[in-house]
């Protein structure tokens, strides 16, 4: 029994040590909660306690920690994550400085003062040089746009 109890309490180390790495590498609030779990289901199989009983602990602990705690600290670690100047261009409203046609593959747009290639996200959409059009999102350098009613009312 005393060797069953001493390879659990190990289990447990290198389960909460693992999802502690995970959490390290990722740092998205998602692996730390277990990890935890994992800890308190390592002392009370170092304490002796059944296994059902170190489950039950490492689901009840992951779980409460992860319902109360992770708001907190959700809040205090997207706080400091601010949005890239690419990031703040998506629903942006710009202004079109060579007209956009993907049939030739040619559209540029201005945001910011730089000039960014642009596709329409409708393949038969063409939007003329000085149309308004939104910045639906960004793939490497080029940005897909699109236009609503309201686009060209500044």
Do not use: H
């Not at 059944?50 to 205090?76: E, G, H």
């Not at 703040?88 to 710009?94: D, E, F, L, R």
């Not at 956009?100 to 593959?105: A, E, L, Q, R, Y």
Request: hydrophobic share 55%; net charge neutral.
């Amino acid at each position: 029994m005393l060797q069953i109890t001493a390879n659990m309490t190990m289990v447990w180390l290198i389960l909460m040590i693992a999802l502690a790495a995970i959490e390290l590498a990722t740092l998205g609030l998602v692996t730390i909660w277990f990890a935890a779990g994992a800890a308190v289901a390592m002392l009370a199989s170092a304490l002796g306690a059944p296994f059902i009983v170190q489950i039950i602990l490492f689901i009840v602990v992951s779980v409460l920690i992860m319902i109360f705690v992770r708001p907190l600290a959700s809040k205090y670690v997207n706080a400091r994550v601010t949005k890239t100047n690419i990031d703040a261009a998506i629903g942006k409203k710009v202004m079109v400085t060579a007209t956009i046609d993907n049939s030739k593959g040619a559209g540029k747009v201005t945001f910011e003062g730089s000039s960014w290639n642009a596709i329409s996200t409708n393949d038969s959409k063409c939007y003329e040089e000085g149309q308004w059009v939104i910045i639906d999102r960004i793939e490497g350098t080029k940005v897909f746009v699109y236009q609503d009613e309201q686009a060209n009312i500044i």
